[in-house]
């Protein structure tokens, strides 16, 4: 059987570039490779580059008409085919199939936002600053961006950036993960349909080759990156260290807060929807539920019963929770299991007897309820990055806080209540950067933006939103006089207006 080889795309067609480097994508719930994704060299980057650098006069130059024209086909065009990009994220990353759409009507809100780039793009101007004299700026496109993403969200998150950058004026180079690359292809050729010129937005595959020679390339000004804490910093650190603007979004461990006055029934799906969906492989899942004592073992049983009637398995088949994305981040996430229960947590359901309505082989794990996990656990201080949501007893509403602000991350949190006040309180003292009040997964609409704070985040540029607008173009600041009869001849001191 020969197999599919997942080429890049580079100046509006597939191209295989020169190295002969290829890495496996899997479906993850038949356990079976599906294709060979390429590998790209640095050799391959630089040529990538160097397209997106030749498209950028043509493009940064564009109206803003024809510029808003494309997006708008690109727009209509993915709302009209978005159950086919759903079926390649199912395939690849085994998040069932209503997930999926969830993740692209997320994305496809970010190209809305882009589509008021007229809006967004008028400068300022002041009049008559000095006499005679006015003051504008205007924010131009950067260059070539590098966008490095993530294998949880292989649509959603390049969506996060390249419709913004490119609507800016930008040209982007897409470095996909390398464990579910299709979807960036998908995305290409759709931008290609509606109109978009060759070498404006290509997809360059690859590893760490491919980011390293992003990140060290003297023509791309600008990296947004999201992925895993240590890679982020690397990248943050390498990119920074070459001159280059870095926004890096890492990784989590969100906490939610149940207080005894909370509606127990939602903060128990809550709880479930927020630990399990996506298989917990999201960085804003709920990973760690911070239970009052007074009503822990209450909200315990509730968690419990609803997970009783969960169904994992094959996305395909209209499943509550699909496969994790390889063996390897499987048996990891397992791992967790033992290490919390060789550290004293108690197992309240363990995922790892589930039935799974997949492939003999599918990387499966059911949803896992861990309780009284101790706080130096590594399986409470490592972010899993699966379905395992461990419960922390605390006694009151300041512990709670005093654990959470304890936490190297600052992704998101939740706090479950009826008290305004608590909830008021919590929202002030939390260090964290997105805030959920009875809303399990606070992620912002794309009008607002998107990151968090401390390991979450490096750099101090958020996603989406009018940040991830400011960080896609640079400004320029023009102080302009029109000469008249009365201008004032020679005076070198420092510029004052009168
Ligand atoms: P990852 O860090 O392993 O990979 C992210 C990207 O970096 C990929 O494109 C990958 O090819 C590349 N990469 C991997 N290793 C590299 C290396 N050594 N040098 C250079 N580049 C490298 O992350 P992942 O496993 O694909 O994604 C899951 C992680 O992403 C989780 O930690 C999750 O919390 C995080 N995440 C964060 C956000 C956020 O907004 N903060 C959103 C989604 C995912």
Known sequence: MTTTVLDHYVGGKAWAGDSERTSPVYDPALGEVSKQVRLASAADVSQAVATAVGAFDGWANASIAARQAVMLRFRELLAARRDELAEILTAEHGKVLSDAAGEIARGLEVVELALSMPQLSKGEFSQNVSTGVDVYSVREPVGVVGIISP?????????????????????????????????????????????????????????KEAVDALLTHPDVPAISFVGSTPIARYVYATGTAHDKRVQALGGAKNHMLVLPDADLDLAADAAVNAGFGSAGERCMAVSVLLAVDSIADELIERIASRMAGLRTGDGRKGCDMGPLITAAHRDKVSGYIDIAMADGARVVVDGRDGEFDGGADGFWLGPTLLDGVPLDSAAYTDEIFGPVLSVVRVPGFAEGVEIINASPYGNGTAIFTNDGGASRRFQREVTVGMIGINVPIPVPVAYHSFGGWKASLFGDAKAY??????????????????????????????????
């Not at 390049?158 to 897409?174: E, S």
């Not at 991830?468 to 320029?476: D, H, P, Q």
């Open 465 to 498: 939103g009018s940040a991830g607008y400011a960080f896609f173009t640079r400004e320029k600041a023009v102080t302009s006089r029109w000469l008249d009869p009365s201008h004032g001849g020679i005076n070198l001191g420092f510029p004052q207006h009168d």
């Open 151 to 207: 294998f949880n969200f292989p649509a959603m998150v390049p969506l996060w950036f390249f419709p913004l950058a490119i609507a800016a004026g930008n040209t982007v180079i897409l470095k996909p993960s390398e464990k579910d690359p299709s979807a960036a292809n998908w995305l290409a050729e759709l931008m290609t349909e509606a109109g978009l010129p060759p070498g404006v937005l290509n997809v360059v595959h690859g590893d």
